[in-house]
């Protein structure tokens, strides 16, 4: 669990900056910036923020973003305050494992 205050919350910057490495605390959407790490190397989703061409911005047309996620495949890694629990487990199968089977 994510300790103190999220400096996106407070971060009152000219420009809106997205942003990433944030697992813990998932998708953030304040006022002046988004934070993206939806945790997909974990077992969640890959999220992304979907800009309109660079070129638009030129013509004058508005400006738009959507934010998309799509979950993840797998578990590519065990977020490191998981891993005590998932050795637990492991050894727990296997020792049931063993004494099953033998």
Request: aromatic share 8%; with cysteine; glycine share 10%.
């Amino acid at each position: 669990e994510a300790e103190g205050v999220p400096w996106a919350s407070v971060w009152r910057g000219n420009l809106h900056v997205i942003f990433g490495h944030d697992a813990v605390r998932g998708l953030q959407m304040h006022p002046h910036a988004t934070g993206l790490d939806t945790g997909c190397v974990y077992g969640g989703k890959l999220t992304a923020c979907v800009l309109p061409p660079l070129n638009l911005k030129k013509q004058g047309a508005e400006p738009f973003s959507e934010i998309v996620s799509v979950d993840s495949l797998e578990v590519y890694c065990i977020p490191a305050n998981k891993i005590g629990q998932v050795q637990e487990q492991s050894e727990a199968k296997q020792k049931l494992f063993t004494f099953k089977y033998g």
